[in-house]
Each structure stands twice: as structure tokens, then as C-alpha cells.
């Protein structure tokens, strides 16, 4: 049950990864340089929302990875594949958050947390392949870092509020998430 449904999960979220891939990052990036950060957010939800659905080490990263290799095999106009290593990283990020609370406190903020320490990982990762040339200390740098955080953040509290919107129609009622989220 839960590796069905954090596959489904990475479906869905897969999905709205190759759709994000149409929105205008570069014309963001033109009006100033990091503003396209504000769009990663939409590549960062499905760690975290998987995780506090099923709960048990492995579905961030699984989700995420499964998304991305979806989105890649859908085609992007990165490039096809090499959505799938920042998917990686990104789902790492998260999977280390919740490992560090032991995979028992399922809550806002570490869903947050998660979603940040996947955004600083999305940032890294974005750096280390595509912008060696341009200094991780520097305007666009700290830019692109600062609006990428930012979008973090509301990808935590989205990705927290969807899983509360979901337990509340009773489709999680088999899992412990399900119950608790319809408890609160």
C-alpha cells in the first residue's frame, strides 16, 4: 500500500513537473537576475508531501526521484534526462530532514524544513551542473538562493496543507497520517 501510493503520488507530481516546465523561468530571470527561483517550488513538493502521507524512511526521495523520472521521460525542455539527478538531490534534501527527526514528528515545520533543505540542495545542485561560471557568493547567487528559500516555504506549508486537505475527505484513513490529519 504505501509504495502504491507514493508511486501514485510521484505520478501526479511528475505530471505537474513537465507542466511547470512551460512556465516563463527565463523571462523571471530577465527581470532580475534569481527571480526564477521563485519557481522551484513547484519542483520541490513532492518530497514532502509524500513523506507526510506515508511516512516511512524512503518516500521522499522515492516520490521525488519518480516524478522526475517521469517528467524526464515526458520530455522538458532541459533536456530530457537531466531533470532526474536535480530530482535526486532534491528528494535527498528532504529524506534527510525527516531522517534526522527519527520519522516521528510529521508536522508543518518539518515538512518546511524539508522543503528547505530541498530547495538549499535544488540551489547546490544548479551550480555544481549548470552555473560553474557564476559565483555561489555574488548577486545572482545569493539572488536565486534567497527567492528559491523562499519558494521553499511555501511549498512546505502547501505541501502540509494538500495532506491535510486529503485526510479530511477520508482517502488516508488506512494510513496513520490519514487518521491523524482527519484528528486535527
Known amino acids: 500500500m504505501d509504495i502504491s501510493t507514493a508511486s501514485c503520488l510521484g505520478v501526479a507530481c511528475g505530471i505537474v ?3 511547470a516546465d512551460f512556465l ?6 530577465a527581470m532580475v537576475p534569481g527571480l526564477g527561483g ?6 520541490l513538493f513532492a518530497a ?14 522515492f516520490c521525488e526521484l519518480l516524478a522526475s523520472v517521469l517528467e ?5 525542455i532541459y ?12 528528494g535527498l534534501g528532504a529524506e534527510i530532514v525527516f531522517a534526522l527527526f527519527l520519522y516521528r514528528v510529521w508536522n508543518v515545520w518539518t515538512a518546511c524544513l524539508a522543503s528547505l533543505l530541498s530547495g538549499f ?3 547546490a545542485e544548479s551550480f555544481l551542473t549548470d552555473l560553474q561560471a557564476i559565483s555561489l557568493s555574488g548577486a545572482y547567487g545569493l539572488s536565486y538562493l534567497l527567492f528559491t528559500l523562499l519558494s521553499a516555504i511555501f511549498t512546505g506549508l502547501g505541501s502540509w496543507y494538500l495532506y ?21
Open 121 to 123: 540542495f535544488c540551489w
Open 24 to 29: 516563463p523561468f527565463s523571462a523571471l530571470q
Open 17 to 19: 513537473f513537465w507542466a
Open 79 to 90: 533536456g530530457g534526462a537531466s531533470v532526474i539527478i536535480p530530482g535526486f538531490f532534491e
Open 48 to 61: 514532502p508531501l509524500c513523506a507526510v502521507i506515508v511516512r516511512k524512511p524512503g518516500a521522499a526521495l
Open 164 to 184: 491535510r486537505a486529503i485526510a479530511r475527505t477520508g482517502a488516508l484513513d488506512r494510513f496513520a497520517s490519514g487518521r491523524a490529519g482527519r484528528s486535527v
Open 72 to 76: 524526464a521521460l515526458m520530455g522538458n
Open 38 to 43: 521563485l519557481l522551484n517550488g513547484l519542483w
